[in-house]
């Protein structure tokens, strides 16, 4: 309890990573639902890892360059360009490819992750330069997040969900049916592009916050999680996001309280109460099964 | 003649290469019209055409309304839908309703409530708040009826309505389409293969072979040489 009561401190140590936890866990599973929706999980895991291997690119680009920028700000300025050029332009490389129906989606995400990983890997091994500075950045060290760093993300992703809500009516349709969007008259491309550029500002700040595992985690597991317990659109997401602000603060909890990674803490956390979720459904179900049978 | 749909020696293909050519016909306000022939021989592309959802190769379409302002009422096939959606069937119909509410704008009262009426209209006021991937096959093609209705159309476009459904939901759907048409003056097109459904309620057809597409009465068009021709000896036999 006195663990509980020192993480809710104003004075407490690690409150911007705290909090910066708790707003992943609240966006990212609103921008994982149509993950879900749309079926591209797998998805979730390649972009993240994009997103990661732009940041490594322009920290080489800087080295091979020569460029230095200098302190703090600078840094995270070059790795939130690579994070959002790489995941962005990976997002509509992989939509204009599924439009042209070439390979199967498996092959299309299952090909971008094994490039991202490896390029995250011959990037930071490339760079003289920097490498543990990157390392952090690619891990997603959320322990160091600033002051000035939270404000950011708390923006960003402040603005993502805004527009999330906003526009829910015309994401929701071009998801549902696109067909059905093209004839009454809307911008269908558009719709997907600005929902792209959506998801890619979320991955890439939650990966440089957190880091890849635990965006992929935030995208797919509270969704996951949602979805088995509502039947309405906007139940799904707000339940979803609940799901995900809920498990950031529990895992941070146990992270802090057992000198545990996050990372691993706040995943775990989130496929746990998946499973836990799932088997309780099945169980109701079975019983009410019963009932109607007697 | 009061023409709402005309087709002036259409070409409708994929990638730049035609499947019909020289496509040309009417169809009149409050008409009831089939889209018919064999497998494989473009119906769909046709529909797709006339729904604007692939380019015109050549020749051009004419609308005889204003397709920003009101758009066609589209019922696609109930499978093409993804059922992992939470929706219930009252939220898709809503999507029809909503199609007019200009993005960031909130959808209000009076396209709440038409939704919850095109509901009525089919007969699924009851099942406003069920799940709509829960709902048997029939009824999830009556809420696709309502949606497209909730757009406050001028010419409905239907494909194969009564596919995979049971002789009851069919009865029902068929019930639905024909009030609409007979009794709200609404315009219907069809695309169907369902011969015995298209000889008892539609009044004239298009029928679609070899690349190119010919419009008759369903008793012209629906001679018992050409449906011999195009599906089989049991398609002649009298129903």
């Known amino acids: ?100 129906g070439r390979q199967t989606v498996e092959a299309r995400i299952g090909i971008t992750y094994a490039f991202a990983a490896a390029a995250s890997i011959l990037f930071v091994a490339a760079d003289p330069y920097g490498e543990a500075e990157m390392t952090h950045l690619l891990k997603g060290d959320i322990v160091t997040t600033t002051g000035t760093g939270l404000r950011l993300l708390a923006g960003v992703l402040g603005a993502v969900a805004l527009a999330l809500f906003a526009l829910r009516k015309e994401f929701l349709l071009v998801s549902f049916d696109r067909d059905m969007a093209v004839v009454l008259g809307k911008r269908a491309a558009l719709w997907d592009t600005v929902l792209y550029l959506l998801i890619g500002v979320t991955i890439s700040f939650g990966v440089m916050t957190a880091g890849p595992l635990v965006t992929f985690g935030f995208l797919v597991a509270p969704p996951l999680t949602a979805r088995l317990v509502t039947r309405h659109m906007p139940a799904f997401s707000v339940v979803a996001a609940a799901f995900g602000a809920v498990t950031a603060f529990v895992g941070f909890y146990f992270a802090y309280r057992f000198d545990l990674p996050l990372g691993p803490m706040d995943v775990a956390l989130a496929i746990f109460v998946l499973i836990f979720v799932g088997v309780f459904r099945g169980a109701v179900r079975a019983v009410r099964w019963r009932r109607l049978q007697r | 003649m009061d023409p709402l749909l005309r087709l002036w020696g259409v070409s409708l293909g994929y990638k730049g290469r035609p499947v019909l050519d020289g496509v040309s016909f009417v169809i009149e306000r409050g008409e009831f019209a089939a889209l018919l022939g064999p497998n494989g021989a473009g119906k769909t592309t046709l529909f797709r055409g006339i729904l604007g959802l692939i380019p015109v190769l050549a020749g051009r379409i004419e609308y005889g309304f204003d397709r920003r302002a009101t758009p066609p009422g589209y019922v696609p096939q109930k499978e093409s839908l993804d059922p992992i959606f939470p929706l219930t069937a009252y939220e898709v119909v809503l999507m029809g309703a909503a199609a007019r509410v200009l993005p960031l704008w909130p959808v209000g009262r009076r396209r709440r409530h038409l939704a919850a009426e095109c509901l009525a209209r089919v007969g699924l006021s009851d099942a406003a708040e069920e799940p709509f991937w829960a709902l048997s096959g029939g009824q999830k093609q009556r809420v696709l009826i309502a949606r497209a209705l909730a757009v406050e159309p001028p010419l409905l476009l239907l494909d ?72 089989g000896t049991a398609a002649g036999r009298p129903l």
């Open chain 1, 1 to 100: 309890m006195s663990t509980l009561a020192e993480m809710l401190s104003r004075d407490f140590l690690l409150h911007n990573a705290l909090v910066g936890s708790v707003l992943v866990g609240l966006v990212c599973p609103l921008v994982g639902v149509y993950f879900v929706l749309r079926r591209m999980i797998f998805l979730g895991v390649a972009l993240p890892q994009l997103s990661a291997a732009g940041v490594a690119f322009a920290f080489l680009l800087k080295s091979v360059a020569g460029v230095h920028q200098h302190g703090e700000s600078g840094e995270r300025v070059l790795a939130i360009i690579g994070s959002l050029g790489f995941a962005f332009v990976g997002l509509l490389v992989l939509a204009a490819l599924e439009r042209q």
């Open chain 2, 160 to 231: 194969e309505p009564t596919a995979g459904v049971d002789p009851g939901a069919e009865a029902a759907i068929i019930d639905v389409i024909m009030r609409l048409n007979r009794d709200e003056g609404l315009t219907v097109v069809i695309v169907s293969h369902h011969l015995r459904l298209v000889r008892e309620v539609v009044r004239s057809v298009i029928w679609v072979e070899e690349a190119s597409a010919t419009k008759g009465t369903a008793a012209e068009m629906l001679s018992t040489e050409r449906l011999v021709d195009a599906f």
